[in-house]
């Protein structure tokens, strides 16, 4: 298995732009979370959806931000219009969780900086 | 809210010793709890895990204990090797039926550095 896989891996984008990124969870996986982490607050969850739906969206910090999981194969995460306080590295995360063992399973990020 | 380890320690140890990393947690409903290394430029790495019903658990070279009464983690690891060097981090998922069942909540992390 090639794990859970996010692009792009870097995103330069100027403020105001629209941000798509990406990620495909781990087949078979019924839970995919959204993590962001940066110096200040460490990793916090975004959202997170099981079997496709949102179930807990309120670490979104605003309407700014938005994910969707249009099938068990694939999820995004926008920030449209984007602001240099989203710079951060943003990682994506499946687990199944009826086997916690192993916990969750993350891509390696996506750093995004927003000047 | 509830929330897991909320400082960001340093820790050095020479090559060959052994590392303590500790953890508390403030959710007396969790029941799982997983610590998580994470090198430069990557995602967080499943080390171990442990359930509340066991206080301690032993993987290769390292070992999770969990002390439930003053709701304390630790991270033990042997023999401590340069590639040990990272970003460990403690945390915590709450009990089933819960409101925060499936949801991962992180502690801000320790920072190991092996001395060759």
């Known amino acids: 298995d090639a794990g859970v896989i996010q692009s792009p891996r870097h995103e330069v984008t100027e403020m105001g732009q629209e941000v798509t990124l990406r990620c495909k969870p781990i087949s078979g996986h019924d839970y995919l979370f959204w993590y962001r982490q940066t110096m200040m607050r460490g990793l916090e969850l975004l959202i997170y959806?099981?079997?496709?739906?949102?179930?807990?969206d309120s670490g979104m910090p605003e309407d700014r931000f938005s994910a969707k999981m249009p099938n068990a194969s694939f999820s995004t995460l926008k920030i449209q219009p984007s602001e240099p306080r989203d710079s951060a590295v943003y990682f994506c995360a499946s687990s199944l969780v009826d086997d916690w063992s192993g916990g969750y399973t993350f891509g390696s990020g996506t750093r995004l900086t927003v000047v | 809210g509830e929330s897991v380890g909320l400082h960001l320690p340093t820790l050095s140890v020479q090559e060959g010793d052994n590392s303590i990393i500790n953890c508390a947690y403030s959710?007396?409903?969790?029941?799982?709890f997983i610590w998580y290394k994470q090198e430069s430029g990557k995602g967080p790495q499943f080390i171990i895990d442990?359930?509340?019903?066991?206080d301690k658990r032993q993987g290769q070279r390292v070992t999770v204990l969990l002390n439930k009464t003053v709701k304390h983690l630790s991270l033990q690891i042997a023999a401590t090797q340069p590639g040990d060097s990272a970003v460990y981090f403690c945390?915590?998922?709450?009990?089933?039926?819960?409101?925060?069942?499936?949801?991962?909540?992180f502690g801000q992390g320790t920072i190991l550095t092996v001395h060759p």
């Open positions: 945390a915590e998922n709450g009990a089933a039926g819960g409101t925060s069942y499936g949801k991962l909540t």
């Open positions: 959806f099981n079997n496709n739906v949102p179930i807990d």
């Open positions: 959710n007396s409903a969790s029941d799982y």
């Open positions: 442990i359930r509340s019903n066991m």
